[in-house]
């Protein structure tokens, strides 16, 4: 299963409190990866993302976050594949 | 069931809150009782996220935590995540953000400063006791429900 979360800048804590919840309670089933995508962020998708969300004009800031984000294309494809990589190996481990 | 207390750095008001839970603190506490807590004050930012087992109550396992300014979202995730991953996992979150005031707010964001710590210590243990009735009418709630 592959979801996507808003945590707005709160993704540390939240994760870090969620993950010692699950250690706390001895949930054993289904590991979950956290994969933080916030590094791939570049200016243009903030001050879009700022004119969509906070100011509303999102007719500014929709356009902003579109050409911000294929900029950042490549950058989101080699986190995906990072991660990807990084389940494969942990599976080959496990096995 | 495990008691999850938490606020923003997880110093003061989720403290006071377990220890009002584990009868350790009375509703009629004075500030320096307040400021005598093992743990008010202790936790910093970067202890964000890591919970502290305060004790037990009735075998059940009593934590205050800080999730920076999570604290509506780090109970909508966890009810989430436990749905959609069919845990089961029995357990009570409790935002006690809700029972900031000015006193503690101004207090928590002093005591952070070397040379401001006592300052900011009794600042944020008189704005507690203030709110101490809001406190323990919320741990009673959570111990209820």
């Not at chain 1, 916030?38 to 800031?61: A, D, H, P, Q, W």
């Not at chain 2, 037990?56 to 989430?80: L, M, Q, T």
């Not at chain 2, 928590?108 to 008189?126: D, P, Q, T, V, Y």
């Not at chain 2, 006791?129 to 919320?138: G, S």
Request: glycine content about 10%; charged content about 20%.
């Amino acid at each position: 299963m592959v979801f996507s979360v808003g945590f707005e800048t709160a993704s540390t804590p939240v994760i870090k409190a969620v993950k010692n919840l699950f250690a706390l309670g001895k949930v054993e089933r289904g590991k979950v990866t956290y994969v933080e995508t916030r590094e791939v962020i570049n200016t243009l998708m903030v001050i879009g993302g700022i004119c969509s969300r906070k100011l509303g004009l999102t007719f500014v800031g929709r356009p902003l976050v579109s050409w911000g984000t294929q900029l950042a294309y490549k950058q989101i494809v080699a986190l995906v594949e990072e991660t990807e990589w990084k389940l494969k190996k942990r599976e080959q481990k496990g096995q | 069931m495990i008691f999850y207390y938490h606020c923003y750095r997880g110093a003061h008001l989720s403290c006071v809150a377990a220890a009002l839970h584990l009868n350790r603190l009375q509703p009629s506490a004075n500030v320096e009782e307040i400021l005598s807590l093992e743990y008010f004050d202790v936790l910093q930012n970067p202890d964000m996220g890591v919970p502290v087992l305060a004790g037990y109550c009735h075998g059940n396992p009593v934590c205050f935590v800080g999730v920076g300014s999570g604290s509506k979202i780090f109970p909508r995730f966890a009810d989430c995540l436990t749905k959609k991953m069919q845990v089961d996992l029995h357990y009570k979150s409790v935002d006690c953000l809700q029972c900031i005031n000015l006193l503690t707010r101004i207090g928590g964001f002093i005591s952070r400063f070397k040379g401001f710590k006592e300052l900011g210590r009794n600042l944020a243990a008189r704005g507690i006791h203030k709110n101490l009735d809001k406190i323990y009418a919320l741990v009673l709630h959570a111990k209820g429900s």
